[in-house]
């Protein structure tokens, strides 16, 4: 028996060895949805890889492959993009919702107007709204709503001309403010300066810093740009500061206007005037090195400069944006309307010098964050549709399609804290993209050229985002028939 068992062993090692070797099977992974054939953008390193898949589950990407890895997976929706482009979603750093509680609805309306340009993340900074906007940010008003980071309430000073603010009048009231902004879980710190005291303005700065909140503001005249930064503002918003701290004359304008000696227009062109690019590059290489950020804004002030040359009253925007919110427009119109020629040269003298400075701080390594000033009030920079225009305006100014979008899809998330889970098309992100016709990075105009959303994780594909389209251009058009403007407007 022991010998026949022997030999049985024996032809059976014999029979394993000839025999031929079966491939293991590489498992299949479920996934929600699967693009295949796409070119993906890269905006950090400025390259696009051509043939890959990107597979998505939940709201997250959990691979970024060959196209020939395909079979790997089994997908509840496949979407063959033909090749084309696929880049993180577009982050609008800069914009507002507000103009009263009647106008709530009308803001909530503006979401997917976002969406269907291709924005998939907003930094609300500041309104008259500020706990409705929290509200959106945790449960937002539709499926199509792009995320929220949103400063909730500003810190202001007292009797400001601004509604929906915290006043404060101490470092009490200041550390109350602040204590308040905590509770909320506000993404950063928008301070203003209507009436807030520049002592109180740099002890906000300074106590927010301590306690690892974000600061963004309007700075105040009396306090040169640097100052400001040297107590650790994160980030200026509206490119004309920046403009400001170029004057080899700063502090001594401030000095003026604070002493009732000029008119703001009046020392908005002396800054101008004495605008110094040795100065500036100075200052400039220091916000770098503080890690200050700046937010030019450039479309919407660029907007409101032109008032008096550009006819917006045949804007196809227009049909995207409640009677309400237009209506808001008008205080910025009709005060564009009553200045007399020299102030119109100055305003545009002032916009051409502030112009100057993007590339400025581009060279410094300033970061630059991507944002409108779009919402109500500022007078035709429409949601969505303007950060395009934000954006082609960089590149007309100097900066590459790739420095532009830089300031945000990658930076516009880093600043938020945000960077570990946005800014790429890889493997971790969040499922929050674009699909475009062309190139990004050779012309930037092609973020215009929108062929799908995925927005966490779910395809919007062309035919439903014409239908959104539809669907915003009827409800607008609704609210139009029962519109009555108030006295305000």
Known sequence: MRTILIVAAAALLSACATAPLTAVETPVETVDLLLTSATVVDVEKGTTTPDQLVAVRGGDIVAVAPEGEANRYRATRTADLSDRYVMPGLWDMHVHFGGGETLIGENAELMPLYVVNGVVAVRDAAGDLAQQVLDWRDAPPTPDSPRIFTSGPKIEGIAPVWKGVIETGSEADVDAALDRLQALRVDFVKITDNTLKPELFLYAVREAKK????????????????????????????????????????????????????????????????????????????????????????????????????????????????????????????????????????????????????????????????????????????????????????VKLGLTPREALMGSVVDGPRFLNQGERYGAVA??????????????????????RIADVVLRGRLIDASTLERMRGEIRARVTAREATFKPSPAS
């Open 211 to 394: 306690r690892g909140m974000k600061t963004s503001a309007h700075i105040p005249a009396s306090i040169t740009v640097l100052d400001a930064a040297e107590a650790g503002l994160s980030s200026i918003e509206h490119l004309d500061y920046a403009m400001k701290a170029g004057s080899k004359d700063e502090a001594a304008i401030a000095a003026d206007y604070l002493a009732g000696k000029y008119t703001y227009a009046q020392t908005m062109r002396r800054y101008a005037d004495t605008f110094d690019e040795a100065t500036a590059r100075r200052v400039y290489a220091r916000l770098r090195e503080l890690g200050t950020a700046v937010s030019p804004t450039l479309y919407g002030s660029t907007t409101l400069s032109n008032l008096d040359q550009d006819d917006h009253s045949h804007d196809p925007e227009l049909a995207y944006v409640g009677p309400g919110i237009r209506a808001t427009y008008d205080w910025r119109v009709q005060r564009a309307a009553q200045a007399t020629p020299q102030q119109v040269a100055d305003r545009h003298f002032v916009k051409d010098v502030t112009a100057r400075t993007l590339p400025m701080l581009r060279d410094a390594g300033v970061v630059i964050l991507t944002g409108t000033d779009a919402g109500f009030l500022n007078s035709f920079n429409y949601p969505g549709f303007s950060l395009h225009d934000e954006l082609e305006l960089y």
């Open 427 to 448: 493997a971790g992100k969040s499922a929050d993209l674009l699909v475009l016709d062309a190139n990004p990075l050779a012309d930037v105009s092609a973020t215009r």
